[in-house]
């Protein structure tokens, strides 16, 4: 019994003692992972939001599924024959609603909170997560409608956000851009912009693009009766003035690093193919060779094909459309626009992919045509008092599975487009799943067919 007791008692000073000398004789960061750091330089942070945002806005779960609708694509196989039929479950959004909110949304909210925390403040990097933020919620607010904002980056401190009103979001993208102007007009702080894999850091292009942007979004409420034309022409001529100051994302061109719609058009063949009402209007339009393709969509059949953001000549169709309804005329915007685009896809676009094209797919260089050509059929194609429906028809080839696209139509009813099945085309995305399941505050029991506030 003495001997057992002993035992106690060494053993509890040996656990005692263990326990007080743990740390010295056992790494507390023994199971710190080095490939997970807890911080991000911004520099890092930039690159990766500037990478996420290409690959989930220019990938299958947004672009290519209002480009069914809009029918620059058709959906043959599996859920994309269902999507061609307007049947978009709330499943099937899981992913791009938590890439978005998960993923560079949350990293863009990052960014503004170490830039703002610098001293003294970083203030061209809180004009870069402003100007990308204003452009997130605006592409999500233009699919969803109400959604997270306000409360939407709180973590655990608050994990069912509410949905801000999207009249409250398209005030808050017009905010954002208008104090992104400012900051970048003060000096750079303590840090000055890197690790931009668009701009290179210059201020003057993130500046034009704020500028492209808020027309962008304030043309989005066309039918509420509220948009200053004047101000949206004012901030195109403030905004992007050539092809070279284009905000697009251009992926890489090995295998493994190659941009989304390269991957799903290899990876999942035969699920989806070019629209044959598309390709029909493309028949006589110089670009045919560039955006149609037998099996999916020439500009977007490369791996490194690039994900066009915001374009010159987006924002000159914008400037066409405001001069129109502000009862001028649009017509030397909307031609300058008919040249960018042309310039863009067969100068800029579409030729640097094909330095590294894929041979298999069985391209015809000789329908590429010369710059004489390409020259006289933009003079044959200029207009002449162009209406809205002329300019949204020149913008919808423009900005091919783009999903303003979407926006267009849904505010203007251009181009004229035939449903697929029943009556009308479909005018929103549902929530995703997960969302309706895990937040209470999830708008419930809204369908495809439920217009959104903006485009009513």
Same mark, same amino acid.
């Given at each position: 019994?003495?001997?057992?007791?002993?035992?106690?008692?060494?053993?509890?000073?040996?656990?005692?003692?263990?326990? @007080? !000398? +743990?740390?010295?004789?056992?790494?507390?960061?023994?199971?710190?992972?080095?490939?997970?750091?807890?911080?991000?330089?911004?520099?890092?942070?930039?690159?990766?939001?500037?990478?996420?945002?290409?690959?989930?806005?220019?990938?299958?779960?947004?672009?290519?599924? &209002?480009?069914?609708?809009?029918?620059?694509?058709?959906?043959?196989?599996?859920?994309?024959?269902?999507?061609?039929?307007?049947?978009?479950?709330?499943?099937?959004?899981?992913?791009?609603?938590?890439?978005?909110?998960?993923?560079?949304?949350?990293?863009?909210?990052?960014?503004?909170?170490?830039?703002?925390?610098?001293? =003294?403040?970083?203030?061209?990097?809180?004009?870069?997560?402003?100007?990308?933020?204003?452009?997130?919620?605006?592409?999500?607010? @233009?699919?969803?409608?109400?959604?997270?904002?306000?409360?939407?980056?709180?973590?655990?401190?608050?994990? %069912? =956000?509410?949905?801000? @009103?999207?009249?409250?979001?398209?005030?808050?993208?017009?905010?954002?851009? %208008?104090?992104?102007?400012?900051?970048f007009g003060k000096d750079a702080g303590?840090?000055?912009?890197?690790?931009?894999?668009?701009?290179?850091?210059?201020?003057?292009?993130?500046?034009?693009?704020?500028?492209?942007?808020?027309?962008?979004?304030?043309?989005?409420? #066309?039918?509420?009766? &509220?948009?200053?034309?004047?101000?949206?022409?004012?901030?195109?001529?403030?905004?992007?003035?050539?092809?070279?100051?284009?905000?697009?994302?251009?992926?890489?061109?090995?295998?493994?690093?190659?941009?989304?719609?390269?991957?799903?058009?290899?990876?999942?063949?035969?699920?989806?193919?070019?629209?044959?009402?598309?390709e029909t209007m493309m028949t006589t339009?110089?670009?045919?060779?560039?955006?149609?393709?037998?099996?999916?969509?020439?500009?977007?059949?490369?791996?490194?094909?690039?994900?066009? $953001?915001?374009?010159?000549?987006?924002?000159?169709?914008?400037?066409?459309?405001?001069?129109?309804?502000?009862?001028?005329?649009?017509?030397?915007?909307?031609?300058?626009?008919?040249?960018?685009?042309?310039?863009?896809?067969?100068?800029?676009?579409?030729?640097?992919?094909?330095?590294?094209?894929?041979?298999?797919?069985?391209?015809?260089?000789?329908?590429?045509?010369?710059?004489?050509?390409?020259?006289?059929?933009?003079?044959?194609?200029?207009?002449?008092? !162009? #209406?809205?429906?002329?300019?949204?028809?020149?913008?919808?080839? $423009?900005?091919?599975?783009? &999903?303003?696209?979407?926006?267009?139509?849904?505010?203007?009813?251009? =181009?004229?487009?035939? =449903?697929?099945?029943?009556?009308?085309?479909? !005018?929103?995305?549902?929530?995703?799943?997960?969302?309706?399941?895990?937040? @209470?505050? +999830?708008?419930?029991?809204?369908?495809?067919?439920?217009?959104?506030?903006?485009?009513?």
């Open positions: 019994m003495i001997k057992k007791n002993i035992y106690k008692i060494i053993l509890a000073f040996a656990l005692v003692f263990s326990l @007080s !000398a +743990c740390e010295q004789w056992i790494d507390p960061e023994i199971n710190d992972d080095p490939d997970r750091p807890l911080d991000v330089d911004m520099s890092l942070l930039l690159s990766g939001i500037q990478l996420d945002m290409a690959y989930t806005l220019g990938g299958i779960d947004i672009s290519a599924n &209002t480009s069914i609708w809009m029918q620059y694509v058709k959906g043959t196989d599996r859920q994309f024959s269902a999507i061609d039929v307007y049947n978009l479950r709330t499943g099937d959004l899981n992913n791009a609603w938590e890439s978005m909110y998960a993923g560079f949304m949350k990293d863009i909210y990052i960014m503004r909170t170490k830039a703002e925390a610098t001293a =003294p403040v970083s203030n061209h990097y809180v004009g870069v997560s402003k100007v990308l933020m204003a452009y997130s919620i605006g592409t999500a607010t @233009s699919l969803w409608g109400d959604i997270p904002y306000t409360e939407a980056f709180l973590e655990d401190k608050n994990l %069912t =956000p509410k949905f801000d @009103s999207q009249e409250d979001i398209y005030s808050a993208i017009n905010t954002l851009l %208008t104090e992104a102007i400012a900051d303590l840090f000055n912009i890197s690790g931009d894999l668009v701009y290179g850091g210059k201020v003057d292009n993130w500046i034009k693009l704020a500028h492209t942007l808020r027309a962008r979004y304030a043309m989005h409420l #066309t039918k509420k009766g &509220t948009v200053n034309y004047t101000n949206v022409i004012a901030d195109i001529d403030a905004g992007i003035s050539s092809n070279d100051e284009n905000y697009t994302f251009m992926f890489d061109a090995t295998e493994a690093a190659a941009g989304p719609l390269y991957q799903f058009r290899t990876q999942r063949v035969g699920y989806a193919n070019i629209n044959t009402n598309f339009d110089i670009r045919d060779s560039v955006l149609v393709d037998i099996v999916f969509g020439g500009f977007y059949s490369y791996r490194n094909s690039k994900i066009n $953001h915001v374009t010159y000549s987006e924002a000159q169709f914008i400037k066409s459309e405001a001069q129109v309804r502000n009862s001028g005329n649009g017509d030397a915007a909307y031609n300058e626009a008919l040249k960018a685009s042309v310039e863009y896809y067969f100068n800029l676009g579409y030729l640097g992919v094909l330095t590294n094209k894929n041979d298999e797919l069985g391209y015809d260089l000789s329908k590429m045509p010369s710059a004489a050509q390409q020259t006289a059929w933009i003079t044959a194609n200029s207009k002449t008092n !162009a #209406t809205v429906q002329e300019i949204i028809e020149g913008k919808y080839i $423009h900005m091919f599975m783009h &999903t303003e696209a979407f926006v267009d139509y849904r505010r203007t009813g251009f =181009p004229v487009l035939t =449903p697929t099945t029943g009556s009308q085309l479909p !005018a929103r995305f549902p929530y995703a799943g997960d969302e309706i399941n895990y937040n @209470s505050n +999830c708008p419930k029991g809204v369908t495809v067919f439920d217009k959104l506030w903006a485009f009513q």
